[in-house]
């Protein structure tokens, strides 16, 4: 349907069910500039399982386009785990210690300026009173050079042990982590970027690229970092959904979509958190999500529960809170919550709307688990800890009924970009490493 631009403006400002603002239509000036050669040795680099200590995990393995930048499933295997979604099980030639202990986050508008938090707990900011300009849990060793805070996230899955490094018993990139050695000379990071520079196409490829690489010995790991993270950039903005067209005054709602749109931007308060053109405001909130998985913890830790935002920052108020996340592409990216509780779209809106009543009525057969010989629901069956979730939230509930929830969810579906789907670059048919590309059919 083609309505005219004043006509969509009239039609919200006049709707008295809107009290949160809309945003603005994005603009270029929103992102970060991308040079196109830089996208594309990121593609490869993106696909290439070289970066992981056994060489048999990539990014896109938990990241794959295919399951809308996440891998599908509620908490997947990275080292230890063959296949991929929700075809990924335990390699019994090489079990993991454990699950990844969080949900895969989608990677859309990571490349937009105004994300300058990431991970499910906000351990990675930017900071400029730290040399590197970023705050990071490894301090002031940390390497300087990462073009941003997207460019330094990618790169820190490579020294997790459940993600990408692997054990310290099997490669030389595990036994660094291990010994606390990440950066400068010989560390873990030093490591992957030798081997990069030792395939001759990666090199011809950081020469052309990069100025400052004249000889193989000077790619440095955060070039391979800002390369990934360029191809992010470029391959997963995401401002082009049928809202964006809206905003723009070139499209109109169905009834259905625009019930929900009136409920997100009105009487349910949920701009008030999922605001801005991203849907986030990239703070921090206790939304009583379940807690499943092996949790969060330290090696010497044994417990299951996940402090969220807690571990970074030691306030007891920031216990079981968790980053918003952006809504961009979110009918693409179950499960959802920081533990992939929940594998429905709906369900999740219901419980979300209701926290702890939504906590309490757990249905576990939202979660997607592969066959693991673990108790994944310990936290969950221990109403202590539940209580103790439940009690951290502060959010009033909302009642919805089964048609608000079916507005949401499509209002929701209009922030799905149709790129994001198809992607730019696409997943490359081999990689310099000549190592097998993660691909699904």
């Known amino acids: 349907m083609h309505v005219t631009r004043s006509f969509i403006f009239f039609m919200l400002i006049a709707s008295p069910a809107i009290s949160q603002e809309l945003p603005k239509p994005l603009t270029d000036n929103a992102y970060a500039v991308v040079t196109l050669q830089e996208a594309h040795l990121g593609q490869l680099l993106f696909y ?3 970066l992981s200590g056994n060489r048999d995990v990539a990014c896109a393995t938990c990241h794959h386009p295919k399951l809308g930048t996440t891998d599908g499933v509620s908490l997947s295997f990275g080292d230890g785990g063959i296949g991929l979604g929700r075809n990924r099980k335990v390699d019994p030639k090489n079990i993991p210690e454990e699950r990844i202990p969080r949900n895969s986050p989608a990677l859309f508008n990571l490349g937009a300026k105004e994300f300058t938090v990431l991970f499910h707990d906000g351990r990675l900011e930017a900071d400029a009173s730290q040399a590197s300009g970023i705050r990071t849990p490894i301090g002031g060793d940390m390497a300087v050079g990462f073009a941003s805070v997207l460019s330094a996230q990618t790169m ?32 873990a990071w030093d490591l992957l970027a030798r081997r990069v520079a030792d395939i001759p196409e990666y090199a011809v490829q950081f020469s052309e690229l990069y100025p400052h690489v004249t000889v193989p010995d000077d790619i440095a790991f955060t070039d391979i970092s800002n390369a990934i993270a360029a191809f992010i950039e470029y391959e997963w903005r995401s401002d082009t959904a049928p809202f964006d067209a809206m905003l723009e005054g070139r499209f109109a709602f169905d009834d259905m979509a625009q019930d929900g749109l009136e409920l997100f931007y009105g009487a349910s308060g949920c701009a008030v958190c999922h605001a801005g053109p991203f849907q986030t405001d990239h703070d921090f909130h206790v939304m009583g999500a379940p807690q499943i998985g092996p949790g969060k913890s330290a090696t010497f830790e044994d417990h299951h529960r996940d402090d969220g935002r807690f571990r970074v920052t030691g306030n007891e108020e920031d216990r079981y809170a968790f980053r918003t996340p952006s809504l961009r592409n979110v009918a693409l990216t179950a499960p959802y919550g920081h533990a992939g509780s929940h594998k429905d779209l709906a369900a999740f809106v219901a419980d979300h709307a209701d926290p702890v009543t939504g906590l309490a009525t757990y249905d576990r057969a939202q979660a997607i688990l592969a066959p693991y010989d673990s108790n994944d629901f310990s936290v969950m069956d221990d109403p202590t800890q539940v209580a103790a979730i439940a009690a951290a939230v502060t959010v009033k509930p909302i009642t919805l009924s ?16 149709p790129i994001s789907i198809t992607g730019r670059l696409g997943v490359p048919e081999h990689v310099p490493s000549g190592l097998p590309v993660p691909k699904i059919d």
């Open 48 to 50: 290439d399982p070289i």
């Open 156 to 187: 820190f899955p490579v020294l997790s042990r459940d993600e990408m490094a692997g054990s310290h018993r099997e490669n030389d990139v595990a036994r660094k982590v291990r010994q606390g050695i990440i950066t400068g000379q010989g560390g």
């Open 402 to 417: 089964a048609s608000n929830v079916a507005s949401f969810v499509a209002f929701l579906n209009m922030l799905t970009d």
